[in-house]
């Protein structure tokens, strides 16, 4: 797998996952080897779950919030 696949699969195994819970997964939802694939691919839990679009950008919400 060339390093964008790495990412797609990690992206579609966190939205499957989120769907399938109906919340934002966590690390504990996933086994350790596929966790540590999942970090290693996408960042930090924190990126990853952005990177997947599923928790807005803090950048973002922090720019959001000075506007109102």
């Not at 992206?11 to 290693?40: M, N, W, Y």
Request: glycine share 4%.
């Amino acid at each position: 797998m060339i390093a964008e696949e790495k990412k797609v699969w990690a992206v579609e195994l966190l939205k499957e996952k989120a769907q399938k819970l109906g919340r934002l997964p966590k690390k504990d939802d996933f086994d350790e080897a596929t966790r540590s694939r999942i970090k290693a691919f996408l960042g930090p839990w924190p990126r990853a779950l952005e990177a997947a679009g599923l928790k807005e950008e803090k950048q973002k919400k922090e720019t959001e919030k000075t506007k109102k």
